[in-house]
């Protein structure tokens, strides 16, 4: 027996298939990219890196989404984050497959690439009234949450007989500092310089309470994703601030004339970016956060025409859709050391990371539904205050299937980690 698809062609009855492709395919073509690896023949560049990312994040990606009880807490996203990292760990990865994916996610940042079209194409797609209203909204709920944060990691890790000292700068500051780059190794840094020592040594200890935190967001973010469904009333869906109107919600304002020309949108992203970082040489901003900066002002001034907005985020659409599951994949290769976790995993440091998490999450719940925001986004957009910076931002928002929240994700992030970063740096001195 056979059926016809949308197409005409002709499919076999029993034969497993992936999003309408037979499943042999992508299987074949992965391991074809894997076994090349053991033969030094992955091109170490963004064509190699692809290739392994996207083969593996097309089939870890569906199989955390049917899993039992994975799929309910994270699902794809958390395989294609966790699968990966162990996989490194256990040595599974050749040499030339981890070169070829570092070439692409570091040197090429492809990750950055990803950031930037979910901001500026989620900006330039929402209307105005939503736009404003919850970027003035996300900080009640920011604040509130990292206080209660800080004091139920401080108050679980001392129960379980750590310092004040040990808890506030070893386990509380690094989850909620925004990330490794931006929050670890800056820590780092200033650690050695109130205390003594070299940086590395501190690096090695800061680590591993970023990346439980990490984990437990995104655990997190998939069992509000699951509230969400259960109680549609507290979930906008990717829309932070309630409004009466539901024409207000993130469609665009016309409807598109002619097919999106994604040149055009590309220009659109990384134009926005190369003017950032311009610019950061000026007002001594991180280039992330004028990406957003730039964007808002573009759709409040309607600096671009609406077609220009709309070949945004037709981008935006595809990177959101297909490509999130395999920069998971290069996330976990290369940003989530494992071995440094194992190191010190005790319940007692483990359920401090994890208050500091819940505390964040249940804090922007409970504000934001006061303040008049979806309890569920708003609490979404917190907690991404305890991710590892932009890799945590996508992790979580992809746990709950929420990218067009990466605007505010990244704003919660990136203020978020460096008013705690220049806050330690201070603090640890005075207390030393």
Not at 173 to 179: A, E, F, L, R
């Amino acid at each position: 027996m056979s059926l016809k698809d949308k197409t005409g062609q002709t499919l076999r009855r029993g034969v497993p298939r992936l999003d309408g492709v037979p499943l042999i395919v992508p299987v074949g073509l992965t391991a074809a990219v894997l076994a090349a690896g053991y033969f030094d023949a992955v091109p170490e560049n963004m064509i190699g890196g692809l290739a392994v990312i996207v083969g593996l994040g097309s089939l870890l990606g569906p199989l955390g989404n049917r899993l039992p009880i994975v799929s309910k807490i994270g699902g794809g996203a958390l395989i294609c984050l966790m699968g990966p990292s162990i996989l490194v760990y256990l040595g599974a990865f050749e040499q030339n497959t981890l070169e070829a994916v570092t070439v692409l996610m570091k040197q090429a940042n492809f990750l950055y690439f990803v950031i930037s079209t979910l901001v500026v194409g989620s900006i330039l797609g929402m209307s105005r009234r939503l736009m404003i209203g919850g970027l003035i909204r996300i900080f009640p709920p920011l604040i509130a949450g990292t206080v209660v944060a800080v004091a139920a990691g401080l108050g679980t890790a001392m129960a379980f007989g750590y310092e004040f000292h040990r808890a506030l700068f070893y386990i509380v500051v690094p989850i909620i500092g925004g990330g490794i780059g931006e929050g670890v190794i800056p820590l780092s840094s200033a650690y050695a310089s109130a205390l003594g020592g070299e940086p590395g040594s501190y690096l090695a200890e800061l680590i591993p309470a970023a990346i439980i935190g990490n984990i437990v967001a995104i655990v997190t973010a998939g069992m509000l994703r699951r509230l969400g469904e259960r109680r549609p009333n507290l979930d906008g869906g990717g829309q932070l601030v309630r409004s009466p109107d539901p024409a207000l919600a993130s469609a665009p304002a016309e409807t598109p004339t002619r097919e999106p020309n994604y040149a055009f949108g590309v220009l659109t992203i990384t134009g926005l970016f190369v003017l950032a970082t311009l610019l950061e040489r000026v007002v001594h901003l991180p280039a992330p956060i004028l990406v957003i900066i730039l964007s808002v002002l573009c759709k409040l001034f309607d600096v671009f025409p609406a077609a220009v907005e709309t070949d945004a985020r037709a981008v935006y659409a595809i990177i959101s859709r297909y490509f999130i599951y395999p920069t998971m994949v290069g996330l976990g290769m290369l940003y989530l050391p494992l071995a440094n976790v194992l190191g010190v995993l005790s319940p007692g440091y483990v359920l401090a990371c994890a208050a500091v998490v819940l505390a964040m999450a249940v804090t922007g719940f409970v504000v934001g539904r006061f303040i008049a925001m979806y309890p569920i986004d708003a609490a979404l957009v917190t907690v991404c205050h305890s991710g590892l910076g932009g890799t945590g931002d996508v992790a979580i928002l992809s746990a709950s299937n929420r990218m067009n929240l990466m605007p505010f994700a990244q704003i919660s992030t990136r203020i978020g980690g460096v008013s705690t970063v220049i806050s330690a740096a201070w603090l640890i001195r005075l207390v030393h």
